[in-house]
């Protein structure tokens, strides 16, 4: 079956700017979560969503935000960009239980200039 | 709060050696780790798990990891390993709140490089 997909694979933007992730989980997968990897942070947990609930989200500022859609595809958005904020965003999916093994994306590697 | 600790970040080994990377977790609750792995180029995929039962699990190409509880740790092992091993290898611990999943904290990463 297909894997996860992201798009688009590589943007540049400039501060101030925002800019939308998308994310087409595995068919059947109702979780999607996301995550900002970095070389200096590793992956760091942004938010889940589970059949269009955010069940959970990490310590990152309002300006990173997310929705789940009814066929559970997914969407980030970053508002207001920074320099910091130039990282691979990463998305994964799965059944939605803590032993289920995460699947990821090839990323999304966003460069703010 | 949970946390993952991986205190190598950067291994180099030749062909045939043996390798263990550490890998020490704090949690409080029910605790199932993972070692997932991103070889160069290639998106993260699972190498192993541990969810519950037998605490030396094996994975995938010949891995396996050993968890121990009274050290909070999970540390993987190969006993011999190969070129096409090098890649960076992670370890995460995924929990749960209240209102149900789910968070997966991962460690920092170790980047392997295996030297022909």
């Known amino acids: 079956k297909a894997g996860v997909t992201q798009t688009p694979r590589y943007l540049i933007k400039t501060r101030g700017q925002q800019v939308t992730l998308s994310c087409s989980p595995i068919?059947?997968?109702?979780?999607v979560s996301w995550y900002q990897q970095t070389p200096g942070q590793g992956l760091q947990f942004l938010f889940e969503?589970?059949?269009?609930?955010?069940?959970n989200k990490g310590n990152f500022p309002g300006r990173f935000s997310g929705r789940q859609f009814s066929n559970s595809r997914s969407e980030m958005n970053v508002s207001t960009l920074e320099l910091g904020d130039s990282a691979l965003y990463l998305c994964?999916?799965?059944?939605?239980?803590?032993?289920?093994?995460?699947?990821f994306g090839e990323g999304s590697r966003l460069t703010v200039l | 709060a949970q946390s993952v600790s991986q205190h190598n970040h950067h291994v180099i080994l030749s062909e045939a050696a043996s390798l263990e990377l550490g890998c020490n977790y704090s949690?409080?609750?029910?605790?199932?780790l993972f070692w997932y792995v991103q070889y160069p180029g290639q998106h993260l995929q699972l190498l192993l798990k541990?969810?519950?039962?037998?605490?030396l699990v094996k994975g995938i190409k010949g891995f396996e990891a050993e968890f121990i509880k009274s050290k909070f740790s999970f540390n993987l092992r190969k006993p011999s390993v190969q070129w096409s091993d090098t890649a960076e290898y992670f370890c995460?611990?995924?929990?749960?709140?209240?209102?149900?999943?789910?968070?997966?904290?991962f460690g920092t990463g170790t980047k392997l490089q295996v030297i022909p």
């Open positions: 995460a611990l995924p929990t749960g709140n209240s209102g149900g999943y789910q968070k997966v904290t």
């Open positions: 969503y589970f059949s269009e609930t955010q069940r």
């Open positions: 994964a999916s799965n059944d939605g239980t803590l032993s289920g093994e995460l699947f």
């Open positions: 949690y409080g609750g029910t605790v199932n």
């Open positions: 541990y969810f519950s039962g037998d605490p």
């Open positions: 068919s059947g997968h109702r979780s």
